[in-house]
């Protein structure tokens, strides 16, 4: 349907335990080019936006889903921006 997914917490216990930074991106119009399951690609706009480098050291040791949210919350934060133009 093109809306944003729910976000798996492996890859954050990954970020949370070698302290690997997160750069959240938001890819807006791509499923307008091409619908899931399609190979047809449509001519359009795409646009990607790269948010503020999140530090897992910034949520503690155990703060996996804390994590996780902030950069779910992240990247809607930036969706909305490429929607309001």
Request: proline share 7%; no cysteine.
């Amino acid at each position: 349907d093109g809306g944003m997914g729910r976000f798996k917490q492996g890859p954050f216990h990954v970020a949370s335990n070698t302290q690997a930074p997160i750069v959240p991106m938001a890819i807006d119009g791509a499923y307008a080019a091409k619908h899931k399951g399609s190979w047809l690609l449509r001519p359009g706009t795409i646009i990607v936006r790269v948010g503020e480098t999140i530090y897992p050291g910034d949520f503690g040791p155990d703060a996996v889903n804390a994590l996780r949210s902030a950069t779910r919350g992240h990247i809607a934060e930036m969706l909305l921006g490429t929607q309001q133009k």
